[in-house]
């Protein structure tokens, strides 16, 4: 899929390894609070991890914009918590209100892990579920297939570029 | 006065995973129980995640129950997208009430198109 335009992560280096290690070993820390006889299960798992890190690692180059990031973070938070009361809505009401449809949308992000961002990122906006990601061609469930939540679609998408820093096509 | 907030936010908690249980039977086809479920189930977890670490104030409580958002946040829209991709794939059938379905249609253009470059 990455195009030859595209700036391309360079090999994984001994220094990202050990990063990555010093991370996930942190994580173990945290999450078995410091338990010595633990390490018999996390020793393993975050070797593991490690490599597994090291070997799905995007073939394409990428980075979050601090500032973006600053402007998803709310905007995200605010729209999964629309996204919950709007399930709430519909599942609590008598008379189930979803006009639901498989409809395609044309992603305008570059190819990339901003796409794969996108494509999980809506599966917690209002009434949008990812179906498949094809190329530029995205589909998604919606359970509402007003116009409205077609250009909220939209509006995500351009969030998401500012997030990464890249432009839309 | 924080007791009443933990009280508060594992109330609004156990609502949203009722919800989430609700969607399961009510929705029609998977894509619907997916999408349903994906969202009220994050926001479940993380109230009643904030209202344990509330309850415990300690900050070992605290910093597991962030990681366990994230690992959340990170994973259940995966799982969901995968579920519902995986089950349309198969040949489940969408609900019958669904307006439009795009991803049928350009499938079986494909098809098509497969069979003729097979004729050539």
């Not at chain 1, 996204?83 to 498989?102: E, M, N, S, Y």
């Not at chain 1, 996108?118 to 995205?138: M, V």
Request: with cysteine; net charge positive.
């Amino acid at each position: 899929m990455p195009t030859a335009d595209l700036e391309r992560t360079p090999p994984w280096s001994w220094r990202e390894a050990s990063t990555r290690l010093a991370f996930l070993t942190g994580l173990w820390l945290l999450l078995t609070g410091a338990d010595a006889g633990s390490w018999v299960i996390g020793g393993p798992a975050v070797l593991l991890a490690t490599l597994l890190s090291l070997r799905l690692r995007s073939p394409v180059a990428w980075r979050w914009r601090p500032a973006g990031l600053l402007r998803f973070v709310p905007y995200f938070l605010w729209h999964s918590l629309r996204g919950g009361l709007d399930v709430t809505r519909r599942a609590l009401h008598p008379r189930l209100p979803i006009a639901p449809a498989l409809v395609y949308h044309t992603l305008r992000l570059p190819p990339g892990p901003s796409r794969v961002f996108l494509a999980n990122t809506i599966n917690l906006l209002p009434g949008t579920l990812s179906a498949e990601l094809q190329d530029s061609r995205l589909t998604v469930h919606m359970l509402d297939a007003a116009l409205v939540n077609v250009m909220e679609l939209q509006r995500l998408e351009t969030r998401v570029a500012d997030l990464f820093a890249v432009s839309l096509e | 006065m924080i007791d009443l907030l933990v009280l508060a936010l594992m109330l609004a908690g156990a609502l949203f995973m009722l919800v989430a249980a609700l969607g399961i039977v009510r929705m029609p086809d998977v894509f619907m129980r997916m999408s349903c479920n994906a969202k009220s189930v994050i926001i479940g977890l993380t109230l009643l995640l904030l209202a344990f670490t509330l309850h415990f104030r300690e900050i070992g409580v605290g910093s597991r129950a962030v990681a366990t958002i994230a690992f959340i946040a990170l994973t259940v829209p995966v799982a969901s997208h995968r579920i519902g991709r995986s089950a349309y794939l198969r040949g489940v059938k969408l609900w019958d009430g669904t307006i439009r379905d795009e991803l049928g249609e350009a499938l079986e253009a494909a098809r098509k198109n497969g069979e003729n470059d097979a004729d050539r």
